[in-house]
């Protein structure tokens, strides 16, 4: 029976292992590198006068909200060029060769670090979490021209702000590239993160009980946002002035926007409460061809994941903005995303280490 078992475990983990994926703590370096290497020689190119720099001034428009625009090419795209070769040097070192010592371990691990908060947060604007909330109308747009009288999806998805977009999947896999690095030199599995000692809040019971508080606090922190959008559909003037209000209703689909964002704003509340419910875990009975069967992890964590950091920059942009002369629920409300974000992303963690069973490499948990 014991052996029966086993066998049927190990035939589990084989199958994990086939999946492309789920080796990304042996690719995502390379992928990282050679990310860094395209972005540098962009850099180069813009650095000896090349078109299409993308942090140029530009129309209000056209232009995005990042902390580099507007920024001149000679001092920025030297310095592009500079971290982008860094980060191949840096992304094969961690791919290839343990550190050699102590030193170039932390070099790489702040470097490492450094790059994919740089990239995942920093740099960004609220254009993440805009073409997340938007995707399907997006996808709808491209085909149809429907709605609105832009020219094309370019009008939308502009070169600043697809750089952008483009600076968060190098954030992605530095991400991934430099916690593989971290875990392998810690002789940890690169995979899960086990083999030494774990720490008590990592226990799926405290998990449950830390996550719950995660999961509240992710919820009230989107209240304030989304009544003020739907305050403002209903012709009530909410933290704003009266004229403002009356330029947003006489803007086309301007309130209709803040409508739609606070309504996936309020589904995406009911969606975090799966982290911590039993219908999170399992998929409910009026579920077609999924009932009863359980959620597969990836299912959850990653639309969650994502979500928990495309919200931090757009939080970090209405900070940066402070007071608007149209009242305080312009920006007040959605400054409150990087709390949203941070308690989502501790919420996932939470419901990670309560459903991550045992890995496919290691056999540890």
Known sequence: MAHAVSSGNEQVRAAV?????????????????????AYGLAGLYWTLGGAAYPFAPVDEDRSAGSVLEPSP??????VIAALGLAGAVCGVLMARRPASGAAARRFLLGFGWAQALALTVVLQDYTLIAVVAFAPLLVVFAFTGVPGP?????????????NLLILFVGGVLW???????????????????????AAAWTAPQAAARWGRRAVLIAVLSSIPYDVTRVAWFFGYPMGITDAFLKDMQDTPGMLGIGLGLAIA?????????????????????????KAGRPVALATAIVPALLVSVVLVPGGLQMIRGGDQPFGWGTNYPAMLWVVWGAALGAATLAYYLRRRGTCGYCARG
Not at 176 to 197: F, I, K, M, N, S
């Open 175 to 197: 991400t991934l590239a430099v916690l593989a690095y971290q875990r392998r030199t810690r002789g940890l599995c690169a995979h899960c993160g086990r083999g030494g000692r």
């Open 17 to 37: 292992r086939r999946r492309w994926w789920s080796g990304w703590p042996h690719w995502t370096p390379y992928a990282a590198a050679a990310w860094s290497l």
């Open 73 to 78: 090419a000679a001092v920025v795209s030297p």
């Open 150 to 162: 832009q020219d094309g999806i370019g009008d939308i998805l502009y070169w600043h702000r697809d």
């Open 265 to 289: 704003s309020t589904v995406g509340g009911v969606l975090t409460h799966g982290l911590v419910a039993r219908w999170g875990e399992v998929w409910p009975r009026w579920v077609p061809f």
